[in-house]
């Protein structure tokens, strides 16, 4: 089964430094979305991607964090500066253009600053 | 702002019976409504979906009912079986951003079934 995958699964990390994440979606997926999920809450949108083309950031994603998509491929998402409040579940999706296709998601990573 | 909001954050139901979930949104342009399913230390998984001009879809043990009028849809399982023990996320978008399927999830609601 070549769902999404997300690596690592778990990382603590120490406040103030530098973090990075990797997504890779269902092959033939088009589209990639990353969302962050913290305790009691639903996961919240980040960004998405159409292909290599970042086509929308949420509010949410503050000038500390960014994602690429180089080849339309596999996704990163970096986390500069960590703060305690980025501690949470990171969670990729892939999914197909049009016709309601719906989100694949990941087993998510889960961040811990300390 | 919570555009998408389930209010029973937990629900426990026998094995056997019917499970109601239930979820309100406000934003009146979302036109498409999904439900997913997460266990523990994985993923969302998608589990049924809706459009706006239904009002009811089912998929074997699974229905979802849609109430545009009150802003409010609910996922009903039965017969209700152990596996089904989960948190269940009611999610939905506006289809037509079409290009951006980005969902506004709720809070979840944790569905326990006691055998």
């Known amino acids: 089964d070549t769902g999404v995958s997300q690596d690592p699964r778990h990382k603590i990390t120490k406040r103030g430094q530098n973090v990075t994440f990797r997504c890779d979606p269902i092959?033939?997926?088009?589209?990639l979305y990353w969302y962050r999920q913290t305790l009691g809450q639903g996961p919240e949108f980040l960004t998405y991607?159409?292909?290599?083309?970042?086509?929308?950031k949420s509010r949410l994603l503050s000038d500390r964090f960014s994602a690429e998509r180089p080849k339309g491929s596999f996704s990163t998402l970096e986390i500069q500066r960590t703060e305690q409040g980025d501690s949470a579940m990171y969670l990729c999706?892939?999914?197909?253009?049009?016709?309601?296709?719906?989100?694949?998601f990941g087993n998510g990573t889960r961040l811990t600053v300390t | 702002d919570q555009q998408v909001k389930q209010n029973s954050p937990s629900l426990s139901v026998q094995e056997g019976r019917i499970s109601i979930l239930n979820c309100d949104y406000t934003?009146?342009?979302?036109?498409?409504f999904l439900w997913y399913k997460k266990y523990p230390a994985e993923g969302p998984t998608f589990l049924i979906s809706?459009?706006?001009?239904?009002d009811k879809n089912e998929d074997g043990r699974f229905t979802v009912f849609l109430n545009k009028s009150a802003k409010h849809l609910s996922l009903h399982i039965v017969p209700s079986q152990p596996g089904d023990s989960a948190v269940y996320f009611c999610?939905?978008?506006?289809?037509?951003?079409?290009?951006?399927?980005?969902?506004?999830f709720g809070t979840g609601t944790r569905l326990t079934i006691i055998p």
């Open positions: 999610a939905a978008f506006v289809h037509a951003n079409f290009g951006n399927e980005k969902l506004t």
């Open positions: 999706a892939s999914s197909l253009v049009g016709h309601n296709s719906p989100l694949h």
């Open positions: 092959s033939e997926h088009n589209r």
């Open positions: 934003n009146s342009m979302f036109d498409y």
């Open positions: 991607f159409q292909n290599e083309a970042q086509l929308e």
């Open positions: 809706i459009s706006s001009i239904k």
